[in-house]
């Protein structure tokens, strides 16, 4: 094969095949005794094969001359080199020696020209020479400093044995920037910049070329000068901005840090960035300065702007009236006429971060979110009337200045002034604002006027279903809803918070004769029943989300036979459980979180939390008793046959279980609150007992209980499922008590 050039490609064998007679090469996978190569290239990758070489995979004799190779060979699976895989022979007077055949070092990643060989051990003696077979390498970049090291010689490198002359030729496409003397064989650097190096070596009637990037830098460069983009800044109180540097030249060696400094920093600041802040009214000089002592200066001028408040009503019958500014009156006086919607701007504030924000408070709406600068808040089109309103300062604004606010109210006239986000106005009246007053006042400074009553406000309404009149009218803040001394049992009753400053609502559940605790019901739903003669027997009342971390709501009952309970609170039970009396009338109050109760608070609740009744010899079942009491017949031989066992009216989740050793049939299973554990009509008496909570109730109560045993007497308490009375030994249980323990 003669005058072959492969420039590209990929070469692979995969087969299995473990023979020595196999290869894998860019021209040929075998070279047989008689074959030559002349002439020939390949920069093709040659991968996963056996005998893997750059152009022959298995050479047996073959003739190799004037021949180069530069593509990628990757190890085989028996050997790889860059030239041949495996030389095979079995005579070495055959062998023929490659000649002047090169290979590049950094292109192939073989440092040997063949990989294996096998064969006469006179070329195994000489295999460390490999005659004939050429490495070259050459340096990807070659780095000149024109302020230092200008001058290199050509990183060339040709390996050989015995060493071979090659003539080259080198030539640099840019000869500004560096040139090459063939004498000297270096490189003389001109100017910075990068350009291309090319070497020539010729093999036969072909060329192997091989490049590399010379770069010229120079690594001496000083700042001559820096510059800022201004050399005078006019700041506003508290405004920031940033100063840009820039340095000459941009490409220095030198270090680009930069030191900032400020001629006075209670009038500007300055960081380590160049971001300037006035602090105070007057001026400063911002200076930079460069790590070899250059330097740019600014004067700063630091101004404080006074804000703008203005403000615009829009109002029924007559549309958005003109802009009014701080402390004017927006609206109407003496005309009955609604405010609607309101829109508030502050302007000429950059001195401070932060804007006004405000809410209102609207008919059949309630509190809306927070607007703010300019936007509108109220409505327009809908002839609601806004009733309450709440402003604010946020960010620096607020820290700097307090906002003042009065309205006139309907049948009230001007209210006193609240301030920074409270209400002023009413809610729950139903009365409308008719105009409005705004004024900014530096923090700290005096109020416009009063500021006792700026806000009015029903927190909460109830009423309640009452036998035999039904529903009676809502009441509000404390009043007594229901009836006193009449014997008339509520049935039902609805709670609604009105008109609150706050978001969240109030949420309550009433324990309902023959039914217990219903569940949670919210803001003027129904809790309770209507038209089934049910009497509600106690209650809780909670408060959620923003209202719950500014109010308590407090509530106390009138009970059937004990009269009106004390005061509890958020979320505890008012009333009775297990006793079947009614709750005749209700008072529910908010307070300020923390403040004091409106009463006692110390028997707000009586529950009977356990009941049970028992199965006894001769006498059948036995009343129902409660808490403590004794249940069957003690030291009368009289064996309890059977047990039910009751929650009545728990605060909490969760129910009571329980298990009986019956005479001759050993551990029945477990019953659950009311079902029957034991026999009757089988004249089988109850052995041993255990008693257990589960649920919520069993984080908060220990179940304790003992038994009467024959021919013992009383045993010592038994707790939370263990086992109470006698197995194995024939004696029967006689009496029971059974008592709910506060953990």
């Not at 021209?27 to 056996?50: E, F, M, P, T």
């Not at 020696?97 to 003696?125: C, F, H, R, W």
Request: hydrophobic letters at 30%; a neutral charge.
């Amino acid at each position: 094969m003669e005058n072959i050039a492969i420039k590209s490609g990929k070469i692979s064998n995969q087969s299995s095949n473990n023979g020595q007679y196999l290869g894998t090469g860019a021209l040929a996978g075998v070279l047989s005794s008689g074959g030559a190569i002349k002439d020939c290239y390949s920069s093709a990758n040659v991968i996963q094969g056996i005998n893997v070489g750059g152009l022959i995979g298995l050479n047996q004799n073959g003739t190799i001359q004037d021949c180069y190779v530069n593509g990628v060979v990757s190890s085989g699976k028996k050997s790889s080199g860059a030239v041949v895989g495996t030389q095979y022979f079995t005579s070495y007077d055959r062998y023929k020696q490659p000649e002047n055949v090169l290979y590049d070092i950094n292109k192939t990643k073989q440092n040997e020209a063949i990989g294996t060989v096998y064969g006469s051990d006179k070329l195994i003696d000489n295999k460390t020479g490999k005659e004939g077979f050429i490495g070259v390498d050459l340096l990807k970049e070659i780095t000149l400093d024109i302020s230092g090291i200008k001058e290199k010689e050509l990183g060339l490198t040709i390996k050989a044995n015995p060493i071979t002359s090659l003539s080259k030729k080198v030539t640099i496409k840019d000869t500004s920037i560096a040139t090459y003397n063939s004498i000297t064989n270096r490189i003389q650097a001109h100017k910075r910049g990068k350009t291309e190096l090319t070497v020539s070596l010729p093999v036969g009637n072909n060329t192997m070329i091989l490049s590399s990037t010379i770069n010229v830098i120079n690594s001496n460069i000083p700042i001559t000068r820096v510059t800022l983009d201004r050399s005078l800044l006019t700041l506003n109180l508290n405004q920031s901005t940033n100063l840009k540097a820039t340095i000459n030249p941009s490409d220095t060696t030198d270090s680009k840090a930069l030191t900032w400094t400020t001629s006075n920093n209670r009038v500007a600041t300055v960081d380590g960035n160049g971001k300037v802040t006035g602090v105070s009214e007057g001026e400063a000089t911002i200076t930079v300065r460069t790590s070899n002592g250059k330097t740019a200066s600014c004067k700063v001028t630091v101004i404080k702007q006074i804000p703008v408040l203005t403000y615009q009503t829009h109002v029924a019958d007559y549309g958005w009236l003109e802009t009014v500014g701080d402390g004017e009156t927006a609206g109407t006086t003496g005309k009955n006429k609604q405010m609607e919607a309101i829109k508030i701007n502050l302007s000429n504030s950059s001195s401070y971060s932060g804007t006004i924000e405000y809410c209102t408070h609207v008919e059949s709406i309630g509190w809306q979110d927070w607007k703010k600068n300019g936007q509108i808040s109220g409505t327009e089109g809908q002839s609601k009337q806004i009733e309450a309103i709440k402003i604010k300062l946020t960010e620096e604004m607020a820290a700097h200045y307090d906002v003042y606010y009065r309205v006139h109210v309907q049948e009230l006239g001007w209210m006193d002034w609240a301030s920074n986000g409270e209400a002023a106005g009413t809610a729950g009246y139903s009365y409308r604002i008719e105009a409005i007053q705004i004024e900014l006042v530096e923090k700290g400074g005096k109020a416009p006027g009063e500021t006792t009553r700026p806000f009015i406000q029903h927190y909460v309404s109830y009423k309640t279903h009452v036998q035999d009149y039904g529903w009676l009218d809502k009441v509000y803040d404390g009043a007594i809803s229901g009836t006193v001394k009449q014997s008339k049992r509520i049935e039902a009753l609805t709670i609604t918070l009105e008109g609150a400053q706050y978001s969240g609502g109030i949420q309550y559940q009433s324990h309902v004769q023959n039914i217990g605790w219903m569940d949670w019901v919210s803001n003027g739903t129904v809790s309770g029943t209507e038209g089934q003669s049910k009497q509600i027997e106690a209650i809780k009342i909670k408060l959620t989300g923003e209202m719950a971390k500014h109010y308590d709501v407090y509530y106390r009952v009138h009970v059937q036979e004990l009269g009106w309970m004390d005061w509890t609170s958020n979320g505890e039970a008012a009333g009775t459980a297990g006793y079947s009396y009614r709750i005749e009338a209700i008072q529910i109050e908010l307070v300020e979180k923390g403040g004091k109760a409106p009463g006692e608070t110390t028997r707000p609740f009586i529950q009977h939390y356990v009941s049970y009744k028992t199965h006894v010899q001769d006498y059948g079942w036995q009343g129902k008793v409660y808490e403590g009491a004794i249940s069957g017949i003690a030291n009368q031989s009289k064996q309890i046959e059977a047990i039910t066992i009751t929650l009545e009216g728990a605060q909490y989740s969760g129910n009571i279980e329980y298990r009986t050793h019956v005479e001759d049939i050993g551990w029945q299973s477990w019953q659950i609150n009311g079902a029957i554990a034991g026999t009757t009509g089988q004249s089988k008496g109850l052995e041993a007992i255990e008693i257990r909570l589960t649920g919520e109730i069993a984080k908060y109560y220990d179940v304790e209980y003992r038994v009467y045993v024959e021919g013992k007497g009383w045993q010592d308490k038994r707790r939370n499922g263990k086992t109470a009375g006698t197995t194995g030994e024939s004696r029967q249980i006689e009496a029971i008590e059974i008592t709910l323990v506060k953990k």
